[in-house]
């Protein structure tokens, strides 16, 4: 097994990597770390999967990797306000989203330490990834979700076989649900468990690569609970670190205005998220009030020169209309990230190489896009 330590963010005691803990017992998050490395002309020589880049995750055994051949979404051009935007496509994953890249590496994980059963908390997206790994790797899983929960994706989780739980309230009522089933079942968190990180940064890795071994100045993300953020800085930062490129590309960060706690803390230059009033919002996947390593988010996207950006509801609804209107069937929370676009690109002059994303697939809300149907015909 490769050198793999836990360290805790707040106490810094050290775990070995092979125990099933998720959290310190000091209650802090747990963060990773590993030596990566980069042999790009292997790398080009393996099939075109996120797994290409091994060398750089923690699964080392390949019998343990949980894996649907996922990755290396092609990166299309999509012009916005005159300027092109590359935007990997995403929504092309197994369960119709991203949260596949970190739903593999960490269920790849968890066979490899013997886990049998685990817990997750979703607004829907990472507990369909999730269920979907489980379901291949024969681990079974109990799922948390929001009882408003898109029925597109409750169906998808229910098939993989998984146990499905609808928490009244909003998100964080979901959260701290899971939280009493996590004290002695594993927790396959996506905010929580450090693994998922390991996965969502090959999103960095194929953007490095695919700008011929080079990275953008700036990358266009959502944060709810960040997982792409923290991914995107820790892949990229692991390049830079391994001399392969001179800075990580500035991270724009976008929520919805209806609840964008992390927003509203770095205008207000505060190192945690500012309690809010969120408000219902489109983007469900990224309607997070309390995001768990929210000073973590905060501190990646500033140490990038980078930003946050808040949309409204009106500017999501547009956006999402316009890709559909170019081919691109995406859900609302993928268009939030994509309504951000316009005025940033007018707004920075300077920065001529940008991507973005397609986080979500539309076939995962189509109650939501036929509701935003109907209303455009009254």
Wanted: net charge neutral; aromatic share 8%.
């Amino acid at each position: 097994m490769k050198n793999i330590q836990l360290i805790c963010s707040e106490c810094e005691r050290v775990y070995p990597a092979d125990q099933p803990i998720w959290r310190c017992t000091c209650g802090g998050l747990l963060d990773i770390e590993m030596e990566t490395s980069f042999p790009i002309q292997e790398i080009q020589k393996k099939p075109p999967n996120m797994w290409r880049y091994q060398e750089a995750l923690p699964i080392d055994q390949p019998e343990n990797i949980i894996s649907f051949s996922e990755g290396f979404t092609p990166i299309i051009p999509v012009e916005f306000a005159g300027k092109m935007v590359g935007i990997k496509q995403d929504h092309l994953f197994q369960t119709g989203s991203y949260k596949d890249r970190g739903a593999s590496v960490l269920i790849s994980w968890a066979k490899a330490i013997g886990v049998k059963h685990v817990v997750e908390d979703s607004s829907g997206n990472a507990g369909c990834a999730i269920a979907a790994y489980c379901a291949r790797a024969n681990i079974s899983c109990d799922i948390y979700v929001p009882a408003n929960t898109s029925p597109a994706k409750l169906a998808q989780i229910t098939q993989y076989g998984a146990n499905l739980h609808l928490i009244p309230g909003n998100r964080e009522a979901t959260a701290n649900a899971v939280l009493s089933a996590a004290r002695t079942t594993y927790y396959a968190s996506h905010s929580w468990n450090p693994f998922f990180f390991q996965g969502t940064k090959t999103f960095a890795y194929e953007i490095w690569e695919q700008s011929g071994f080079q990275a953008p100045q700036a990358i266009v993300i959502p944060a709810g609970n960040g997982t792409l953020v923290m991914g995107t800085w820790i892949g990229f930062n692991d390049l830079r670190k391994a001399g392969l490129i001179p800075t990580v590309p500035r991270i724009f960060a976008i929520q919805a205005k209806n609840c964008a706690p992390l927003y509203a803390a770095h205008y207000q230059h505060v190192s945690e998220p500012s309690r809010i009033n969120a408000s219902p919002t489109l983007a469900e996947g990224i309607a997070i009030a309390e995001p768990i390593r929210g000073k973590q988010i905060l501190e990646a996207v500033r140490r990038s020169n980078g930003t946050f950006v808040a949309v409204t509801e009106d500017e999501i609804q547009a956006a999402l209309i316009s890709m559909h209107r170019k081919g691109f069937y995406i859900e609302p929370t993928a268009a939030a990230t994509i309504a951000a676009i316009p005025n940033l690109v007018q707004s920075h002059p300077g920065i001529d190489q940008w991507v973005s994303v397609f986080t979500g697939h539309g076939l995962k809300s189509t109650e939501k896009i036929m509701a935003i149907q109907e209303q455009s015909l009254q």
